[in-house]
């Protein structure tokens, strides 16, 4: 998965990359003095990949997930339930 960044030009910058753990997740995609800045992002999963070494023929090759970031948040967790022919996202605690 990565995580974007869309610059004031309205294009999406590269900020971290990552791969799922054996649990699906992935833990920290910021460095460890790293915040995010006020603005919008993108989570972009490759779901393709995913189901492709489980065997399994899956409906959504990318998943992409667009957050806003207001000043002053920090904490952030975004899980994607996932599964062949869906997939759903809320903002977690």
Do not use: K
């Amino acid at each position: 998965m990565r995580l974007e960044r869309r610059s004031s030009s309205g294009g999406w910058q590269l900020v971290m990359s990552g791969r799922t753990d054996a649990d699906g997740r992935c833990g920290q995609l910021l460095h460890d003095d790293g915040d995010l800045d006020a603005g919008v992002y993108r989570m972009v999963f490759d779901t393709a990949s995913y189901f492709a070494e489980q065997r399994i023929e899956g409906l959504y090759p990318v998943v992409e997930v667009t957050f806003h970031v207001r000043e002053g948040e920090v904490l952030f967790h975004i899980p994607l339930l996932l599964s062949p022919n869906g997939y759903t996202t809320y903002r977690g605690s």
